[in-house]
């Protein structure tokens, strides 16, 4: 890293935040800024584009904060967040990302931040685990998932959790169905499961996650078996397991 430039994208919904980097950028030609972005949609082309070595990432943004940018990403570069709010700095340097940046910040507040990255890059110091740890309590504080990004064709769907009414397995993908749309994502029915609420999403069946309220009815089938009726039409045969579990929601 020594004598190759270090590439950056820039990610803030405001001019003022993009500009003020800029600015204190000038004073660190080995940073090459390969483009600005006002919210996620953008970055996330950018980033699969440019495929940068550094992200100077916004975590209030509209739609789509930073943390949820960051899931969306197969490889995440080092990041150096900035932060109007202290509870998501405070997280940050908890799990030891490269740093963060409080708004308002002075020069010297963000020459240090930069020089913690130019180390880390430098010396080739993996974050990625540390990325990692950082989701994963952001995740854990949020509880459980109230809507899904999902990468269409170039650009994010956002799918709110009560629209959802199916989620099949498909081989190494998985299907999720809304009244009107069915999308299919990368992630395992065990994933899912984990990040859905169990009081509205139940694992009837290996192959199959319900939402309740999609449910119409629960029929009686042959040699001891159950049949599950879905309000759009749809029929699924229910696991053993499964109906013990819908057996509790029962009066």
């Known amino acids: 890293m020594d004598m190759e430039k270090i590439k950056a994208i820039i990610v803030d919904d405001e001019e003022l935040g993009r500009s003020i980097i800029r600015e204190y ?9 390969r483009t600005e972005c006002r919210d996620a949609h953008e970055a996330l082309q950018a980033i699969e584009k440019f495929h940068p070595d550094l992200v100077f990432l916004d975590i209030q943004m509209p739609e789509i904060n930073g943390f949820e940018l960051l899931e969306m990403l197969d490889e995440k570069p080092k990041v150096i967040f900035s932060t109007a709010y202290d509870q998501y700095a405070i997280r940050a340097f908890e799990v030891n990302a490269i740093d963060y940046l409080l708004k308002p910040y002075d020069y010297d507040r963000f020459r240090v931040a930069i020089e913690r990255a130019v180390h880390s890059l ?27 990004l999902i990468k269409q064709a170039g650009r994010i769907v956002i799918v709110s959790a009560r629209e959802i009414s199916l989620i099949q397995a498909m081989d ?12 299919l994502i990368q992630h395992s029915l065990n994933h899912l499961e984990e990040r859905l609420n169990p009081d509205q999403f139940i694992r009837v069946h ?19 078996r159950y049949k599950l009726f879905l309000k759009n039409g749809k029929e699924l045969f229910l696991s053993r397991s499964g109906y013990q579990k819908l057996k509790r929601f029962t009066i």
């Open 206 to 224: 290996r192959s199959y996650i319900v939402n309740i309220d999609a449910i119409r009815d629960i029929v009686s089938w042959s040699s001891g």
């Open 122 to 148: 430098q010396y080739e110091i993996k974050s990625n685990d540390n990325i990692k740890k950082l989701l994963q309590s952001i995740q854990t504080s949020q509880n459980y998932l109230d809507r899904l």
């Open 25 to 33: 950028l000038v004073q660190h030609p080995q940073i090459e800024v």
């Open 172 to 183: 190494d993908y998985a299907e999720v169905s809304t009244k009107n749309e069915a999308y």
